[in-house]
């Protein structure tokens, strides 16, 4: 079972069997393929990056897929939902949106009906220890930067609870679950470097930022799985007055 396997069977313990209208509000196969699967009455996907939209279409056919920025104040305009889900989307906004993080948390809120529920996946700051996977995070993003792009930025579980109870959110639990990270990790975020070196002005760097890449893969790949940071969950509601309700339920919420 991977760990994201693990993180969405998390909520569906907590939620149950009825899932009613759902919106995956930064959509990715891994999650569009998830909450397809649990059957929900209608499914609603919105995703910033065109060049997903046909892989999406294929793995929830019946699915509405947007292709949107939640910057956009039209975008989903008086639509509601019983579920929200933002899969990794809290780290993913200031590639997309610079400093637009607790104002998505703002921007979800109107589509959550009195009832619903939002949850959150996200990812703890990648620990400094000197590791491989500590290199691969610090070579992937200077790769990104680069390219000219801008790089996810990771924030503390204690900081996103904190947000959604200014936002209007009542927290309903959370968990922080550590990370067994091995080959298909290694692979994906040095492959995203890799994307980014056609795009660097200095072709002598970028192929000795390649070859550095693959190096870093052989060694990382032969460190084999290990432990590395925590990923947490997070289950929220909308108050009922939109404002922060700290001290009430969330007091009683388990801290993982």
Same mark, same amino acid.
């Given at each position: ?106 921007? @979800? ?49 204690? @900081? ?97």
């Amino acid at each position: 079972m991977s760990s994201g396997d693990a993180l969405f069977q998390w909520f569906e313990r907590f939620h149950g069997p009825i899932w009613g209208d759902v919106l995956d509000a930064g959509t990715g196969d891994h999650s569009l393929g998830w909450l397809q699967s649990l059957s929900p009455r209608a499914l609603t996907a919105v995703t910033v990056e065109a060049w997903r939209m046909a892989g999406l279409q294929h793995i929830a056919p019946k699915a509405e897929l947007l292709l949107g920025q939640w910057t956009d104040p039209s975008l989903l305009h008086d639509r509601s939902f019983d579920v929200v889900l933002l899969d990794y989307v809290i780290g993913a906004v200031d590639g997309h949106a610079p400093y637009f993080q607790y104002g998505l948390l703002e921007r @979800i809120r109107p589509h959550l009906r009195p009832d619903g529920r939002l949850y959150l996946v996200g990812m703890e700051p990648p620990p400094s220890d000197g590791s491989e996977l500590d290199e691969i995070h610090r070579l992937r993003d200077a790769c990104i930067l680069l390219a000219g792009h801008r790089c996810y930025r990771e924030y503390p579980r204690e @900081i996103v609870v904190k947000w959604l109870e200014l936002a209007g959110y009542t927290l309903l639990d959370c968990q922080s679950l550590p990370n067994r990270l091995g080959a298909r990790y290694i692979h994906g975020q040095l492959d995203v470097a890799k994307r980014k070196l056609p795009l660097l002005r200095d072709k002598a760097l970028a192929e000795q930022l390649g070859r550095v890449i693959e190096d870093l893969r052989g060694r990382a790949l032969a460190r084999g799985e290990r432990s590395f940071g925590a990923d947490w969950v997070i289950a929220a509601a909308p108050n009922a007055k939109g404002s922060s309700t700290a001290g009430s339920r969330a007091g009683s919420a388990s801290i993982g």
